[in-house]
């Protein structure tokens, strides 16, 4: 305090930067806020939309949800593949959950034992975060609303209700329309449709086999969504069902097929193996593919244990296998029809005839027949079905021409039916001799006979025999199958839309006679009556070896089942008027007359029956006999009402 | 009370007149904050006083008893208190290194026993202000602009920053340097000294930041530079803060209706990121309010540093302010994706005892400043104790 002056000086100077400095701190953060004022307006007004975009995809998630798939129907309607409503089980991995605690305490609800419950930890482990993995199917209602009612206490589990393919026919379409099974890791393809995040819910199916896998997307349908609030562990949080997606229902596919002939078909074959097909001989629909034994569908959907599925796989008749398509047998006697037109179409006269005396010598070896037919003309020919016949008539005119006939009738070829597994066989000639046996390139004399009867590199499926009859039967156009009648309503191409038969018509017309006599007189004329009045059947048998007879062996009777011979049928109906052809293979089924023929006219009773043309034509009254009109004198007149047709007098 | 009767000697310690002068402004927007934060914590919590409203509150209204108390403290009183609150940090920084508990991979804590733990760091905080004020208040203008006395400030401010980077809380160690350099420029550092320290920090930051730092040090600042490269990893946070702000909009989503913050997209919401929290629910009007406020506070408090007659209470207040708006500028620029994420609280909005107690205990101190206002205190060359 002595120098005040000093003091105050000091004071003074230090305030005046203190109080510069001040303002000059107030004015930063002043700047500061204002800053920062900025940046909010910057986010808040400017990019608003922006954000409030980027927060509403935080807020919502959609939650897909599996469109209903689409049905199968048969050519009237009746359903073939459908779905039902089914109670399951989903239980997804979060950051907070763990799997094992949660599926012991669905143990408590559910049926799960120690070695379920392990697989199904490693399959959620698999599965991506938040994705469910199926735990249970087709809970009852009261093991549903147990866990739904607990769903709060156990993270990650949801009881839902979806749906689940059903197949009501069983066995009898299994073949053709397939069945649907889980989606595999191998089906998830890097772009397409099979992209799609639908595929990993665990409710969608996808088509295995058949139909259902053949139009998959078809019937797959577009997925909804539900739109969900989740916050941000993904948890549901409340559902929003005014921003829902419906989903729209796959189309539905109405085959050609016909139920009831489907059914009856596999009927008839009991224990045995074999197939039938039949087609509509005006339209080409395929209107019955059966392939025994088989196998219930349905069962593949819920997926099959290791040991059922051995045991399917493993049984000798193979019910897993179609063999309308994918097995091809030789034809044997079936093919003589296609010999015969041959030799018309080459210019031999059908009053030919040739000796059948039960054995033939020729190139070195003899050729047998069933028994000796006595002098045999072409019609006699194919009625007795006599090998030694066709041996001759073969080798004069050799293998391209009988090749290239039973091409005209679809031997050899495949169809566009839709769904895949067909197998071509082989209608073998020289180019093929030389195309495939680069040793011995040369079609040898030898081997023509053999072909004659089917028989030899002869390889045909049971619809291409049935296209053969059909084509046969219709005589004017080369039919093509058409097994798919329509896909969402469009109805497909018809199978009469294919060209002219480029066969002679008369000469078509001399081989349909003989067929109509081995039904009548031949060799089948036992076994295929169809007891329908003057509805006949024409057809013709056909036993083809499955091995090679040894030395002295000439029937296949006592041999073990997977060496007996094959039995067909081929048969087209009413012969006066066909409308049905049809073709049955009994696998090792001996005589084609004894096993395929009585099968044939099981089948072609059921679809002659259902067709109300023919219904009418069988249930014609018995037209009235022409009461002659006596009139005696001193008679009484005639009754004024007289009784009714039938009424006993 | 007329202006003669505050004039008369003594009249002036009279503990009711001491009262009166506390800024009830001030205070009652102090009020206005926490209970903006309050209010935030009942919403984000789903309408529930619990876990965190009420608890905020509370804490509140006890340390808002506690400055009230700490303003009628005279300024003499923390005058005499300043180097000892400085060396009593001090020691318990040194403690903490020795013996500090590790949590969350920092060593910032120390353990009292039953009396709970508690970081020496937050004394560091005020008292660096306190120390450095002291210590300005003994030399001149002169040497307060360039001289080897200044040497003495540096040793004051460096030696805490150090130890609390060393923990790690790199957060905490910027925020002394500031408030240690901003008493240094506030007591009159020469521009040209300034001028080449910001030169200087311009050079030795970048290769600082590749060698120095801690590798989640680093990560922050490149995450903060690019959040959108990694918006579910280290970006995270300032993306959801983002789309927190800007869905806002004008005037928000609705009291209650953030879905950001409700559905737990929003990190930390409570705390650092209440201010992202009540920018969603409220939207510009509402964030541009509280910004407001906290202008307010930080212009109030420097009109009462501004006034006050001592060196020591000028620079006490003006430096307690200049912490209190760092961390309102730090928190709002981290929240709206400008700083990258350090883990400063918005104060007095943000839920947390520590940084409230810090604050209001500050707050004490510039209210003692603005109620001995014309104390003088007297003047004593900077002898450390």
């Given at each position: 305090m002595s120098?005040?002056?000093?003091?105050?000086?000091?004071?003074?100077?230090?305030?005046?930067?203190?109080?510069?400095?001040?303002?000059?701190?107030?004015?930063?953060?002043?700047?500061?806020?204002?800053?920062?004022?900025?940046?909010?307006?910057?986010?808040?007004?400017?990019?608003?939309?922006?954000?409030?975009?980027?927060?509403?995809?935080?807020?919502?998630?959609?939650?897909?949800?599996?469109?209903?798939?689409?049905?199968?129907?048969?050519?009237?309607?009746?359903?073939?593949?459908?779905?039902?409503p089914n109670f399951r089980l989903l239980v997804a991995r979060e950051e907070d959950n763990d799997p094992a605690t949660i599926l012991k305490s669905l143990a408590n609800f559910v049926p799960l034992d120690d070695a379920r419950q392990a697989r199904l930890i490693r399959d959620i482990d698999r599965a991506p975060k938040r994705v469910p993995v199926s735990v249970m199917e087709d809970m009852t209602w009261e093991q549903f609303s147990a866990i739904n009612v607990r769903a709060p206490e156990l993270p990650g589990?949801?009881?839902?209700?979806?749906?689940?393919?059903?197949?009501?026919?069983?066995?009898?379409f299994a073949h053709v329309i397939g069945y649907v099974a889980k989606v595999n890791r191998e089906d998830m393809t890097p772009t397409g449709p099979n992209a799609e995040p639908i595929m990993l819910h665990p409710g969608f199916r996808i088509g295995r086999q058949g139909v259902e896998k053949a139009f998959d997307l078809d019937l797959r349908g577009r997925p909804g969504a539900q739109k969900v609030e989740v916050d941000a562990k993904g948890h549901e949080v409340r559902q929003d069902s005014g921003g829902d997606i419906a989903a729209v229902p796959g189309k539905q596919i109405q085959l050609s097929l016909d139920a009831d002939i489907q059914t009856r078909a596999l009927e008839v074959f009991g224990e045995e193996s074999g197939a039938a097909v039949m087609m509509d001989c005006r339209t080409g629909d395929v209107l019955c593919l059966v392939s025994a034994p088989s196998f219930d569908a349905n069962s593949f959907v819920r997926g099959l244990s290791g040991a059922e599925y051995r045991a399917l796989s493993d049984y000798e008749r193979k019910p897993l296998f179609n063999k309308a398509l994918t097995a091809t047998y030789p034809p044997g006697s079936t093919f003589k029809t296609m010999v015969a037109l041959a030799a018309l179409e080459a210019g031999v006269d059908p009053a030919q005839t040739c000796y059948c005396g039960g054995a033939w010598p020729y190139g070195g070896r003899i050729w047998h027949c069933d028994k000796s037919h006595g002098t045999v003309d072409m019609h006699q020919a194919i009625v007795t079905s006599c090998d030694i016949f066709f041996y001759q008539t073969a080798l004069k005119i050799g293998p391209d021409l009988i090749a290239a006939t039973a091409r005209k009738f679809g031997l050899g070829e495949t169809f566009d039916i839709g769904i895949s597994g067909q197998k071509p066989g082989l209608i073998p000639d020289r180019a093929y001799k030389r195309r495939a046996f680069k040793k011995d390139p040369a079609w040898h004399p030898g081997e023509t006979p053999s072909m004659g009867i089917g028989q030899g590199y002869v390889n045909v499926n049971a619809l291409q025999l049935c296209v053969m009859v059909a084509r046969l039967a219709n005589a004017e156009k080369a039919l093509r199958p058409r097994l798919v009648r329509s896909i969402g309503g469009v109805l497909q191409p018809a199978g009469d839309a294919a060209g002219d038969l480029p066969v002679n018509r008369e000469h078509l017309q001399f081989v349909r006679n003989a067929m109509a006599a081995v039904t009548s007189e031949g060799t089948a004329a036992a076994t295929a009556q169809l007891g329908l009045g003057d509805v006949k059947m024409a057809g013709k048998t056909g036993t083809a070896q499955a091995h090679t007879y040894r030395e002295g062996e000439r029937t296949s009777k006592s041999l073990a089942w997977d060496r007996k011979d094959h039995a067909w049928f081929v048969a087209f109906a009413p012969y006066d008027d066909p409308r049905y052809a049809l073709s049955v293979l009994v696998e090792h089924g001996g005589f084609g007359a004894a096993a395929a023929a009585p099968r044939a006219r099981e089948i072609m009773r059921v679809a002659l029956l259902k067709d109300p043309e023919i219904r009418a034509r069988i249930e014609k009254p018995t037209p009235m006999p022409d009461i002659p009109d006596v009139v005696t004198d001193g008679a009484a007149p005639p009754d004024p009402t007289p009784a009714p047709p039938g009424t006993p007098t | 009370m007329t202006v003669s009767a505050l004039t008369r000697p003594g009249e002036r310690d009279r503990l009711i007149v001491k009262f009166a002068e506390i800024d009830w402004l001030f205070c009652l927007v102090l009020c206005l904050i926490a209970g903006a934060g309050a209010l935030m914590m009942f919403s984000i919590a789903g309408s529930n006083w619990q876990p965190w409203a009420a608890s905020h509150l509370f804490k509140f209204g006890l340390f808002f008893v506690m400055m009230v108390v700490l303003a009628m403290i005279d300024l003499r009183v923390w005058f005499a208190l300043a180097y000892p609150i400085y060396w009593l940090g001090m020691i318990l920084l040194v403690a903490v290194a020795v013996v500090g508990d590790v949590r969350l991979g920092a060593q910032r804590w120390l353990s009292f026993g039953p009396l709970g733990s508690f970081q020496p760091s937050e004394i560091m905080k005020l008292g660096i202000v306190l120390a450095l004020a002291r210590f300005y208040h003994g030399i001149s203008a002169e040497d307060a602009k360039f001289s080897w006395w200044l040497l003495i400030p540096a040793v004051m401010i460096g030696a805490p920053v150090l130890l609390v980077a060393h923990q790690p809380d790199l957060g905490t160690a910027i925020l002394i340097a500031a408030t240690g350099l901003a008493v240094v420029v506030l007591a009159g550092l020469s521009w040209r000294v300034i001028a080449a320290g910001v030169l200087a920090a311009a050079v030795a930051i970048p290769p600082a930041v590749m060698f120095v730092l801690h590798d989640y040090q680093r990560k922050r600042i490149f995450t903060f530079l690019s959040p959108e490269n990694d918006p579910s990893g280290s970006g995270y946070h300032i993306l959801q803060s983002k789309i927190a702000l800007g869905s806002g909009g004008l005037l928000g989503k609705g009291y209650g209706l953030g879905s950001q913050s409700q559905l737990n997209f929003l990190p930390e919401k409570q705390t650092d990121f209440i201010f992202a929290t009540l920018a969603e629910e409220f939207g510009f009007i509402g964030c541009a309010s509280v910004l407001f406020l906290y202008g307010a506070l930080i212009f109030m408090a420097l009109r009462t540093a501004s006034v006050a007659h001592s060196h020591f209470g000028r620079l006490a207040a003006a430096g307690t302010t200049a912490t209190f708006a760092l961390y309102v500028l730090i928190n709002g620029a981290m929240v709206m994706g400008l700083a990258p994420v350090v883990g400063v609280p918005m104060p007095l909005l943000s839920y947390g005892g520590t940084v409230m107690m810090t604050v209001m205990i500050g707050w004490g101190l510039v209210q003692s400043v603005r109620v001995h206002r014309y104390s003088e205190v007297t003047s004593g060359k900077g002898a450390f104790l």
């Open positions: 120098e005040p002056s000093i003091f105050f000086t000091e004071v003074n100077e230090k305030q005046g930067v203190f109080h510069r400095r001040t303002f000059l701190m107030g004015g930063l953060a002043g700047i500061g806020l204002a800053a920062l004022g900025g940046q909010l307006a910057h986010l808040q007004l400017v990019e608003a939309q922006r954000y409030q975009k980027l927060s509403a995809s935080n807020q919502f998630n959609y939650r897909l949800v599996p469109p209903p798939r689409g049905l199968i129907v048969d050519r009237t309607g009746v359903v073939l593949a459908t779905n039902r589990v949801t009881a839902d209700m979806g749906e689940v393919r059903v197949y009501p026919h069983g066995g009898a | -």
